[in-house]
């Protein structure tokens, strides 16, 4: 991929003219954040099949949505697909794209080969958004391969930093790493809830109480190690006195082997998804 550092972010107002293919929940909320961030309505078009969603999509953001892709995408600089997996490969079969066009897949598991063989001279880019994406508080992995321009990369940077933060990783395996981080993370960070206010009731607590204590208690948590210059081992070891109660909690986490827990969770979600694209290939055909 073009390193990161290559990349100089511009600004949303500068990015030409953009088209959605698919106009579901992560479209939506692209649009509203690439809206929000000054880019002109004019400049957004959308392919959304669905006439319900199409007319809302309109009346929430007064943009252009179309049912036909194959009219949506003609002159637009940047197409994003954000169709469902399965259904790329119906989409890909509906429009041609000219050389040159910067194409953006939030698409999990679909690859890059499989999008260069059906858009030739086309740049491809790859984006893993997570949901939290959807009140712009995401985090989007991206990869492009080496020969990607820095213009398409840029694009790709301004348009997925609507929904959140950005980064690059250096292969496109990577991508099924960085899912069993930041795209399955959301739900480590709910199931942790789950059991911190079940464990709560269990030592007595009423369970409405326990459920607010564990809520409010990890977003307070996440909001102070966001502020911190510290780092987060660094938080913890502050917040955890010689022989307290939180050394005796974690102490009880560690005997546990908590680290060796969630690398291979992480480890099966990357197979997983691994897996998934695999699948994908085989049984579209992408
Ligand atoms: N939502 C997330 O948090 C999230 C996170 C990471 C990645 N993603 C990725 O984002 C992509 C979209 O997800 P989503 O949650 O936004 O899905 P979604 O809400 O189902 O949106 C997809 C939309 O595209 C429409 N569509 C499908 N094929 C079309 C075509 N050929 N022409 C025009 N419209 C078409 C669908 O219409 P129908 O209703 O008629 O099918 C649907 O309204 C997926 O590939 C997913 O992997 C999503």
Excluded at 117 to 122: D, I, T
Excluded at 160 to 172: I, K, M, N, T
Excluded at 176 to 193: E, I, R, W
Excluded at 267 to 283: K, N, P
Aim: contains cysteine.
């Amino acid at each position: 991929m073009t390193a990161a550092a290559d990349i100089t972010p511009l600004e949303v107002t500068a990015l030409p003219t953009v088209c959605f293919v698919g106009g579901g929940h992560m479209a939506a909320s692209l649009i509203g954040g690439l809206l929000a961030a000054g880019l002109d309505r004019g400049r957004i078009r959308v392919a959304q099949r669905n006439a319900e969603r199409a007319q809302a999509l309109r009346l929430r953001f007064e943009i252009e949505v179309v049912a036909d892709a194959a009219t949506a995408v003609s002159g637009a600089a940047i197409v994003v697909l954000a169709v469902k997996p399965q259904q790329m490969a119906q989409a890909l079969t509906q429009f041609k794209l000219a050389a040159g066009t910067t194409v953006i897949s939030v698409a999990a598991g679909v690859r890059v080969a499989s999008f260069a063989r059906r858009l030739p001279g086309c740049s491809i880019i790859r984006a893993m958004p997570n949901t939290p994406a959807l009140l712009r508080a995401g985090i989007s992995g991206l990869y492009a391969p080496a020969d990607t321009s820095a213009t398409a990369c840029a694009q790709a940077q301004t348009l997925l930093a609507a929904a959140g933060e950005v980064c690059w990783v250096d292969s496109e395996a990577q991508l099924d790493a960085l899912t069993a981080v930041s795209g399955c993370g959301p739900a480590y960070y709910f199931k942790l809830t789950e059991v911190l206010r079940a464990a709560g009731t269990a030592l007595g607590l009423d369970a409405a109480v326990s459920a607010r204590l564990a809520l409010q208690t990890f977003i307070g948590a996440a909001r102070m190690a966001q502020a911190a210059s510290e780092d987060v081992a660094v938080l913890r070891q502050q917040v955890t006195s010689k022989g307290g109660a939180t050394e005796a909690a974690l102490a009880v986490l560690e005997s546990a082997d908590l680290s060796r827990i969630f690398e291979d969770a992480l480890r099966a979600a990357e197979q997983r998804s691994r897996e998934r694209g695999d699948d994908l290939e085989r049984s579209t055909s992408l």
